[in-house]
């Protein structure tokens, strides 16, 4: 949706739901529309509680205003949540 305040809003997604919203300017570019279906398949924010967007190690922190940047997909940590790759997972325990 285009709206008075589309400069305060990027797009938003509930967890696991199947739609994604996305302001006018920002429906184009590559990291909010990842960033959102990863909310689609149950991913929360990368960060912490000072930073909620602030680990950019993968896409669900910050959003990038850019037509085909940045080149990377969800982090290690998002992809052990969603169960891919889980056939290359070692788990390790401490025997000490």
């Not at 696991?16 to 689609?40: A, K």
């Not at 910050?62 to 997972?89: H, Q, R, T």
């Amino acid at each position: 949706p285009n709206t008075e305040d589309g400069d305060r809003w990027v797009a938003y997604a509930y967890l696991g739901f199947r739609t994604s919203v996305y302001n006018d300017r920002w429906c184009t570019y590559l990291s909010p529309g990842m960033h959102e279906i990863g909310h689609n398949l149950r991913l929360r924010h990368s960060g912490d509680s000072e930073l909620e967007y602030g680990d950019q190690s993968g896409m669900m922190g910050f959003s990038y205003e850019e037509d085909n940047a940045p080149i990377m997909c969800f982090n290690a940590a998002k992809n052990y949540e969603l169960g891919w790759f889980s056939d290359c997972v070692t788990e390790v325990t401490n025997l000490a």
